[in-house]
């Protein structure tokens, strides 16, 4: 992908700071960002294959530990996939009952541990609808007059656009955008 002129105003996806992109693809405002977010998400993968890998590999113990009322800690650690000193810390706190039957037989409430993690359900926010452009032509910009007025290639006016979702209505052969969001995408050049 080429560079234009212009300076397209971002927020990087991974520190939040605020740059100036050459490219309408660039997502981080340096090389090391761009590392941090590939490392971070490798991980974030492998989290997700370890757990898999946990369940696959102890499907019958939990199979087995699902029909049981209390649990040792290490099948606890199977069954809901968190840390010993996790499931000790709760127990410390008070938060999961415990019984210990001597050492190294401390049981657990499956029910109580259950119940910690129980499924809370998020209202959904009402998606917004996007605006119909209502628009006259005199207030609306041309794709061709856009490109003059920044110097931005036609390709690149497209893809900012569609990127954007700024409205665009087509009355004949000219395509117009709004001069108010035109203005405001295009003003830092």
């Known amino acids: 992908m080429g560079y234009s002129h212009l300076k397209i105003p971002r927020i990087c996806e991974y520190c939040s700071k605020p740059f100036e992109a050459k490219t309408v693809s660039t997502r981080f405002c340096s090389k090391e960002c761009g590392n941090k977010s590939g490392k971070e998400k490798k991980k974030q993968v492998k989290e997700v294959e370890r757990k898999q890998q946990i369940l696959i590999d102890n499907a019958d113990t939990i199979a087995k530990i699902q029909t049981r009322p209390y649990i040792s800690i290490a099948e606890a650690v199977i069954l809901f996939g968190i840390s010993k ?7 410390k706190s008070g938060k999961i009952p415990a019984v210990n039957l001597g050492q190294r037989l401390t049981r657990v409430s499956r029910s109580n541990i259950e119940a910690m993690f129980s499924v809370i359900e998020l209202p959904e926010k009402p998606k917004e609808q996007p605006k119909k452009m209502s628009y006259e032509p005199n207030e609306c910009y041309t794709i061709a007059e856009v490109t003059d007025k920044f110097g931005v290639s036609l390709s690149t ?25 035109i203005d405001k995408i295009f003003a830092s050049k």
């Not at 900012?160 to 969001?181: A, F």
């Open 157 to 181: 006016v497209n893809k900012t656009i569609r990127r954007l979702g700024v409205p665009r209505r087509q009355i004949g052969k000219y395509v117009y955008v709004p001069k108010e969001q």
């Open 85 to 91: 000193n996790t499931i000790h810390r709760l127990i």
